[in-house]
């Protein structure tokens, strides 16, 4: 399943600033367990959700790395 992460728009594959993106991602996502709570809101390809641990989500860490908006 192919999730959109909620509250964050990443580059677009092939785009400056997408391979640093996802990796960040994978590297967020390896740290250890995480909650994903979707939302509703269909898109054609992907659940969107949000991705939480700890209290902080994988949206506002991208923002704050600089990798998102």
Do not use: M, Y
Not at 5 to 34: D, I
Request: one cysteine or more; charged letters at 30%.
């Amino acid at each position: 399943v192919k999730i959109r992460v909620e509250g964050v728009n990443t580059p677009e594959r092939n785009h400056p600033g997408w391979a640093e993106a996802k990796a960040f991602t994978k590297a967020w996502l390896a740290k250890g367990s995480f909650r994903l709570t979707t939302c509703g809101k269909p898109t054609i390809d992907r659940i969107v959700a949000e991705v939480a641990r700890d209290g902080k989500t994988l949206a506002q860490d991208l923002i704050d790395a600089g990798l998102g908006k």
